[in-house]
């Protein structure tokens, strides 16, 4: 059983009961046990042969990316809608993800650009009072393929000495090589993975309009030159440099095309 926090909860509300129920426990270690055998198997497989087995979330299929790893203890809404994962399959390293659910307000663009997702355990029943859904259910809607169940500990410690490399998470297993209950990897899938290089990242993710709002004192810093007045500070200025694809500044939230000139 891998659900640690609901069994701790449940041991914290027996004992303040004064009873120690282990039928409580048996019950929803069952309950996860079957949750667990529905899920149905995918595979991490990476660029030098290293095979991870684990269970599917999200969107079913095959997927290509960097694989690479992100040590935030929360956060994990952000990275998923960070431009700057534009094609790469990201890593947890913290064991738990999705315990607080989907909130729209935490997103950081308006869709995920990732091209896979990795976690150790994916929170199945989230907790927060402006929780908005479930992650896999996100992911879904979002087509991301996922998986959550493997080693998350020897994945970062193999991509921390080698750097980033290529992978591929497959969750649809029907055409796959399964001999002894081991996936078999021949060299053309090894090809496809390294063959695999992000392309036109900045041109994916960039927008098409100026977009600017925001509470101003003054002339739009869009209109005739730049406000004379003060504007209200609202927060810090934060630039992308990884792919140079953002400018964002939550000054006067506004945003600009990749190929935007500005004329003086």
């Known amino acids: 059983m891998t659900d640690y926090g609901k069994m701790a909860i449940l041991l914290s ?19 996860a046990f079957l949750f667990e055998e529905h899920m149905s198997k995918a595979y991490l497989i990476l660029a030098d042969g290293t095979v991870f087995e684990g269970n599917a979330i999200g969107a079913t299929g095959k997927t290509i990316g960097e694989t690479v790893f992100t040590t935030g203890m929360t956060g994990y809404l952000e990275t998923l809608t960070d431009p700057s994962y534009f094609g790469q399959i990201v890593t947890q390293t913290f064991p738990l993800i999705g315990n607080y659910g989907v909130i729209s307000e935490d997103f950081e663009s308006k869709k995920s650009w990732v091209r896979g997702y990795v ?11 402006r929780c ?23 994945l970062t410690k ?16 029907d055409n796959l090589k399964i001999e002894n209950g081991k996936l078999k990897i021949d060299n053309d899938i090894l090809e496809e993975i390294r063959a695999y290089k992000i392309e036109n990242a900045v041109a994916s993710v960039q927008q098409n309009e100026v977009n600017a709002s925001g509470d ?3 002339r739009s810093p869009l209109g005739e030159g730049v406000a004379s007045n003060e504007v209200r500070a609202q927060g810090e200025i934060r630039f992308a440099i990884e792919f140079c694809i953002r400018l964002i500044s939550k000054v006067c939230k506004t945003r600009f095309p990749l190929l935007y000139e500005i004329g003086f």
Do not use: W, Y
């Not at 193999?158 to 297993?173: D, K, P, Q």
């Open 132 to 154: 908005g859904g479930e992650l896999d259910a996100f992911l879904k809607a979002q087509n991301i393929i996922g998986i959550a169940g493997i080693d998350t500990r020897r």
């Open 13 to 31: 509300e027996n004992k303040n009961n004064g009873v120690h129920s282990m039928g409580n426990l048996f019950s929803h270690g069952v309950n």
């Open 216 to 218: 101003f004192k003054g």
């Open 119 to 129: 976690v150790r355990e994916l929170c199945d029943e989230p907790s927060n009072f």
């Open 158 to 173: 193999i991509l921390r000495e080698a750097g980033v490399m290529n992978g591929m998470i497959v969750s649809e297993t």
